[in-house]
């Protein structure tokens, strides 16, 4: 092997392994360590009380004629968290036949700027109140 292909094989290696640094450096900035539960509780309540908390209360604890007691509550129990999630995107209409109330509850609580990772925010935050 000539003076050449060593000096091209260094090089190549060397390219690689500056790769390989970048980027597992922009993965260790980039992810960082993941949120606990308790900073997506505290999110998920941030979250539900500026867009829940007009018609279910400041403390989920409901209205007598809008949103229903949503602590210790049986809807909330039964459900999944994907199930919970795919219910407030969609929210249910005033005519649906399980709605008790008949008032509408909007797709995102009337907040379409809420994401997915709100709504799954405001399910960790409706599963520590149960």
């Not at 980027?23 to 505290?42: E, F, I, M, N, Y």
């Not at 968290?81 to 005519?95: C, H, K, N, V, Y």
């Not at 709605?99 to 599963?127: F, H, K, W």
Request: contains cysteine.
């Amino acid at each position: 092997m000539g003076r050449t292909e060593t000096v091209a094989r260094r090089r190549s290696r060397r390219t690689r392994l500056r790769a390989i640094w970048v980027v597992t450096c922009l993965a260790a900035v980039g992810c960082g360590d993941p949120p606990t539960t308790d900073d997506r509780v505290a999110q998920g309540q941030l979250q539900f009380r500026a867009t829940c908390a007009m018609c279910h209360g400041q403390d989920a604890q409901g209205s007598r004629l809008m949103g229903k007691d949503l602590r210790r509550n049986e809807f909330v129990a039964m459900r999944s968290d994907a199930e919970l999630i795919e219910f407030l995107a969609r929210g249910r209409s005033a005519t649906h036949p399980d709605n008790q109330r008949g008032i509408e509850m909007p797709p995102r609580g009337g907040n379409p700027s809420l994401t997915d990772e709100d709504l799954a925010a405001i399910v960790v935050y409706l599963r520590s109140i149960q």
